[in-house]
């Protein structure tokens, strides 16, 4: 079961992860207006290994949005650092996430977690 964060614990965790720049990076999609419809972000998991995180806002799910902003995020980040290995560890049951990880190019490694709760996944560079 996955502890409810308040407003405030989050609020300071966001300050702390922006402030890490050396283990962080964050690229906001907007739309045409220039309203932020997701997010990706990259934390330095170890070495040159480096976890992604992802969410689109509510009202922009459902459009086939994820893949290309992961895509995206991707390309940015790797651009500047070819050498790094990205993976990714979804909740066993977030099938939507896996979806859109398998589709951006993701393959499954194996299971994680202390109670094998989450799917780990590495990206694989075409």
């Not at 079961?1 to 283990?23: F, G, P, Y």
């Not at 980040?77 to 049951?93: C, E, T």
Request: one cysteine or more; charged letters at 30%.
């Amino acid at each position: 079961m996955t502890k409810r964060i308040t407003k405030e614990e989050h609020d300071k965790w966001l300050v702390k992860v922006l402030a890490d720049q050396s283990n962080q990076r964050l690229f906001i999609l907007e739309d045409l207006d220039a309203s932020p419809c997701g997010q990706v972000r990259f934390s330095r998991a170890d070495g040159d290994a480096w976890e992604i995180h992802f969410s689109m806002g509510a009202q922009f799910r459902g459009r086939k949005l994820g893949v290309q902003m992961i895509r995206a995020g991707l390309d940015v980040f790797l651009g500047k650092d070819q050498r790094s290995q990205i993976i990714a560890k979804v909740k066993k049951n977030n099938m939507a996430s896996l979806r859109v990880l398998a589709t951006a190019g993701f393959q499954i490694e194996g299971k994680c977690g202390s109670d094998d709760s989450e799917t780990r996944l590495i990206y694989i560079s075409k």
